[in-house]
């Protein structure tokens, strides 16, 4: 069972920057890959997703300001956080999924917004 394990969660000002990255345990290469994220009372939102193609699409709130990234070589995903929110606060969770047959989360990490 490949796991994902992310990493780069913590607390920052409003206007500031966070850089979270997310590892596998296995290769990325065949799969898309995705950040989400889940503020308190809301539902689970996608933030990020780069094809294995490399081609990316952004939630709206995000547009402008977020970067997804993927290391092939590393397994590895990341997620630019820039000019952050408060309303950015969340639990951010990374995804890979290959058509049905590969849907795995992480344990996700938290991100704290401060005004």
């Known amino acids: 069972q490949v796991q994902l394990v992310e990493f780069g969660g913590g607390l920052v000002q409003a206007g500031g920057s966070l850089r979270l990255s997310c590892t596998a345990s296995?290769?990325?290469?065949?799969?898309?890959m995705s950040w989400y994220r889940q503020a308190p009372g809301k539902e689970r939102e996608l933030v990020a997703r780069?094809?294995?193609?490399?081609?990316?699409n952004y939630g709206d709130s995000v547009k402008g300001r977020f970067t997804i990234s993927r290391d092939n070589g590393k397994a590895t995903v990341y997620l630019q956080m820039n000019s952050l929110e408060p309303e950015d606060t969340a639990v951010y969770y990374c995804?890979?999924?290959?058509?049905?047959?590969?849907?795995?989360w992480g344990q996700g990490t938290q991100v704290t917004v401060s005004s």
């Open positions: 780069i094809m294995s193609s490399h081609s990316t």
């Open positions: 296995g290769s990325i290469r065949m799969n898309h």
């Open positions: 995804n890979m999924k290959r058509g049905t047959i590969l849907d795995v």
